[in-house]
């Protein structure tokens, strides 16, 4: 019998939600247009138009050695051409962002390739060749992984996502990337990492609560889904540690 | 320094205040007789990028703006998160009690009592201020910074 995967446990809605994030076979549903250019901007890793700046020659004409291993690994567009490796950085508000570290870093992995995660409390980077990059983080921003308001892209000084939201709805943000307009469309006036953009970037409206709670991927008591409430989410972890613990002490049996 | 005879309390809203609506709370609290010291407390808002690629650059911010706290500017160097209040009596925080209830009408916030100033010098206090170090201002400002305490208008 072929192996499903189960993605992981628990019978919430927050559960559920992380399951259909994990599952590459469920297409996310798409929220907001964020173009091409929008994203090269956020980024700030190269100018818009400009040439991807390689690290490598293209691989076609490397003259790669005799290699099984090459010979069983497709290699992704970026690492055909060579790129730069380049990265983008999250940071999600525990207020009911959709996504969060962890979250982010399994569905990367089932979702994504030829990347390098790196999972922190409060953020979350992710380092690959650059025009793969692009395309994933056209994929992040425009999909129901990211809300204008509660996640963003810090490239630096991440400090927010465990802070009272700003009176606007906003999460905190030192370096105020972006703004929430008057039109109620949220602005990206910085990129990543806090320099000013020549123009404006439009990542849409803030979605309202109702649809962030349905939507979240972490467990809160105060405004959204205990995890106590999770009783077979907890039974997985309290296995877990059971398991762990009990072979730290090499069991016979 | 605080005196233990002092009572204090801290106004926490569930949301960071903008500078304007800091402004009218704050305004609102100045009206309020009895308020010994005050401390406008929240994460900062540097002038200058302080880590990063990006280092060293400018930071403009909203949020980091001058307000007017009765007939004196105070420079926001802070997102408001809570405002810590010594009065001279308990009476006084049942007054704020009162001023906060009609205040915050969108926002829930809580208002505690305890102590939540420095009781006595810090080490670095007293590397910065030395021995002779003026107790009133011990625990108001970060001794790391330049510049000191606003002195609003006393209404006695």
């Known amino acids: ?253 | 320094m605080t005196e233990a005879s002092y009572p204090q309390c801290r106004i926490v809203p569930l949301r960071m205040l903008k500078p304007e609506t800091a402004e009218r709370l704050l305004n609102a609290i100045g009206k309020v007789c009895g308020i010994r010291r005050m401390l406008v407390n929240g994460p900062r808002l540097p002038a200058t990028v302080p880590y990063g690629p990006a280092r060293g650059a400018p930071n403009p911010h909203t949020a980091r703006r001058i307000i007017k706290v009765g007939d004196t500017e105070v420079e926001l160097q802070v997102q408001v998160g809570q405002i810590v209040l010594e009065v001279e009596d308990e009476g006084v925080i049942e007054e704020v009690r009162i001023v906060c209830d009609e205040f915050f009408t969108e926002i829930p916030y809580t208002l505690q009592e305890g102590i939540f100033m420095k009781t006595k010098p810090s080490l670095v206090d007293y590397a910065k201020y030395g021995p002779e170090a003026d107790e009133a201002m011990i625990g108001l400002m970060d001794p790391g910074k330049k510049g000191g305490p606003v002195i609003l208008q006393g209404l006695k």
Request: with cysteine.
């Open chain 1, 1 to 253: 019998m072929a192996y499903t995967p189960q993605y992981g446990p628990g019978t919430s809605v927050i559960a559920e939600n992380r399951r259909k994030q994990m599952n590459p076979n469920n297409k996310l549903e798409k929220v907001r247009d964020v173009t091409d250019e929008d994203v090269v901007l956020i980024l700030g890793h190269r100018a818009p138009g400009a040439a991807y700046p390689t690290a490598h020659p293209p691989l076609a004409e490397a003259g790669e050695p005799d290699c099984p291993i090459r010979k069983i690994v497709t290699p992704t567009e970026g690492a055909k051409a060579g790129d730069r490796v380049r990265y983008i950085q999250f940071t999600d508000s525990m207020f009911n962002a959709p996504s969060q570290p962890y979250q982010r870093t399994y569905t990367y992995c089932y979702r994504f390739r030829g990347i390098d995660p790196g999972t922190l409390s409060g953020r979350q980077i992710v380092e690959c060749r650059e025009r793969d990059l692009e395309g994933y983080s056209k994929f992040l921003m425009e999909t129901e992984m990211f809300d204008s308001a509660r996640c963003s892209v810090r490239g630096a000084t991440v400090h927010g996502h465990s802070l009272r939201l700003a009176e606007d709805g906003m999460m905190f943000d030192m370096l105020q990337r972006c703004l929430l307009m008057g039109d109620g469309n949220v602005k990206y006036v910085k990129n990543q990492i806090g320099e000013p953009l020549d123009r404006e970037v439009n990542v849409g409206k803030p979605m309202d609560e109702a649809w962030l709670k349905a939507h979240s991927t972490i467990f809160h008591s105060l405004v959204g889904v205990p995890y106590r409430d999770d009783q077979e989410y907890v039974e997985y972890v309290q296995r877990i540690h059971s398991l762990r613990t009990k072979y730290g002490f090499m069991p016979k049996e």
